[in-house]
């Protein structure tokens, strides 16, 4: 059984930093891109930023300068660093991945998700 858990979020003042991490387990073959995405309460999911398997990033134009998305594809992991947190970034976190199993099968993953909350 494949499967993405993310860890990492938590309370944090505004200004502040924290770093989230998306590790997938089970028998793994190959990750594609991977994903982070965010909720906020009354809001639609938003997509915050994206790697591909190459290392190429992407970010939505309200966290560039601020946030970093990366990889170690050794570890199957995904991790987004997050300075100079704003309240407004307030919200769960989601990594959603899409990948294949050693039996070749394609899965498109979410995790569960983890709150970050940034006071002002």
């Known amino acids: 059984q494949v499967q993405l858990v993310e860890s990492g979020g938590g309370l944090v003042q505004a200004g502040g930093s924290l770093r989230l991490s998306c590790a997938a387990s089970g028998s793994i073959f190959s990750i594609n891109a991977i994903d982070w995405y965010r909720q906020a309460p009354g809001k639609q999911r938003e997509l915050v930023a994206t790697t591909a398997r190459s290392g190429s990033t992407n970010y939505a134009d309200s966290v560039k300068g601020r946030f970093t998305i990366s990889r170690d594809n050794a570890k199957n992991t995904a991790y987004l660093q997050m300075n100079s947190l704003k309240p407004e970034d307030t919200g769960v976190y989601y990594c959603?991945?899409?990948?294949?199993?050693?039996?070749?099968?394609?899965?498109?993953?979410w995790g569960q998700g983890t709150q970050v909350t940034v006071s002002a």
């Open positions: 959603n991945a899409g990948l294949w199993d050693t039996r070749r099968v394609f899965y498109d993953l």
